[in-house]
């Protein structure tokens, strides 16, 4: 009763358009669902998000949901989730892609996901990781456990879109630590994150994970800029 009432005074509308939402929507519109710049990344094997990574580090899998443009309706999307709290726009995007991701052959033997982590200053600051109700969606979908303890953010560095080439590539090796028993040895981690530019943020993930012996790693993003 409480929920009808609040959304009486104040109606839910599109994080995509801003329009009222109807009854049977749910975060965004029927026609921006439909409009949605989707990759169709999971129906090919060698993508352009797991091209991201040849020649830096070994991939088992590396996907994105859709496409990011700047000004679009996904960077409005992502903008919402990460700096507005709209938490349930993660949420939504995993339920959607996890039904593209079930039958991936890739991704049959995952054993953990783990989102990518946030320093602990942003953590106080913004009060949760934009990437975790996307991990807790394909986590439910996908029956596959999140493990949150095992890749920790030791540097708050700076956004690494608004860096240089330089300044992505000093200390790659150094923003990540991992911290694991015997019992995550030869596990196939598979990390998310929520958008894939440069894929700097992911290898340094990797790179950490890969410590770990008989890792192996997949990866799976809500968007990816593209030009």
Same mark, same amino acid.
């Given at each position: 009763? $409480? %929920?009808?009432?609040?959304?009486?005074? *104040?109606?839910?509308?599109?994080?995509?358009?801003?329009? *009222? +939402?109807?009854?049977?929507? &749910?975060? /965004? @519109?029927? #026609?921006?669902?439909?409009?949605?710049?989707? &990759?169709?990344?999971?129906?090919?094997? =060698?993508?352009?998000?797991?091209? #991201?990574?040849?020649?830096?580090?070994?991939? /088992?899998?590396?996907?994105?949901? $859709?496409?990011?443009? %700047?000004?679009?309706?996904?960077?409005?999307?992502?903008?919402? !989730?990460?700096?507005?709290?709209?938490? =349930?726009?993660?949420?939504?995007?995993?339920?959607?892609?996890? =039904?593209? $991701?079930?039958?991936?052959?890739? !991704?049959?033997?995952?054993?953990?996901?783990?989102?990518?982590? /946030?320093? %602990?200053?942003?953590?106080?600051k913004r009060g949760y990781n934009q990437v975790d109700t996307f991990a807790e969606a394909l986590s439910n979908e996908l029956n596959i456990p999140i493990a949150k303890e095992i890749l920790i953010r030791t540097i708050?560095? #700076?956004?690494?879109?608004?860096?240089?080439? $330089?300044?992505?590539?000093?200390?790659?090796?150094?923003?990540?630590?991992?911290?694991?028993?015997?019992?995550?040895?030869? %596990?196939?981690?598979?990390?998310?994150?929520?958008? !894939?530019?440069?894929?700097?943020? +992911?290898?340094? @993930?990797?790179?950490? !994970?890969?410590?770990?012996?008989?890792?192996?790693?997949?990866?799976?993003?809500?968007?990816?800029?593209?030009?």
């Amino acid at each position: 009763m $409480l %929920k009808n009432l609040v959304n009486l005074f *104040f109606p839910p509308v599109c994080s995509g358009c801003h329009s *009222f +939402l109807m009854t049977n929507e &749910t975060v /965004i @519109c029927t #026609k921006c669902r439909h409009d949605l710049p989707q &990759t169709n990344h999971h129906i090919h094997t =060698e993508n352009e998000a797991f091209k #991201k990574f040849y020649g830096r580090i070994p991939v /088992i899998h590396a996907s994105a949901f $859709l496409y990011f443009h %700047k000004k679009g309706m996904v960077q409005e999307l992502i903008h919402n !989730l990460k700096y507005r709290g709209h938490q =349930e726009i993660g949420t939504q995007l995993g339920y959607w892609y996890a =039904e593209d $991701l079930k039958n991936n052959p890739a !991704l049959k033997n995952v054993d953990t996901i783990i989102p990518v982590p /946030i320093h %602990k200053k942003r953590w106080r600051k913004r009060g949760y990781n934009q990437v975790d109700t996307f991990a807790e969606a394909l986590s439910n979908e996908l029956n596959i456990p999140i493990a949150k303890e095992i890749l920790i953010r030791t540097i708050d560095s #700076k956004t690494q879109s608004k860096k240089n080439l $330089l300044g992505r590539t000093e200390g790659i090796n150094h923003v990540f630590d991992v911290r694991f028993s015997e019992k995550e040895h030869n %596990k196939h981690f598979l990390l998310l994150d929520d958008v !894939l530019t440069t894929g700097t943020t +992911l290898e340094s @993930c990797s790179r950490a !994970l890969l410590e770990i012996p008989g890792a192996q790693i997949s990866i799976v993003c809500m968007a990816m800029a593209h030009s």
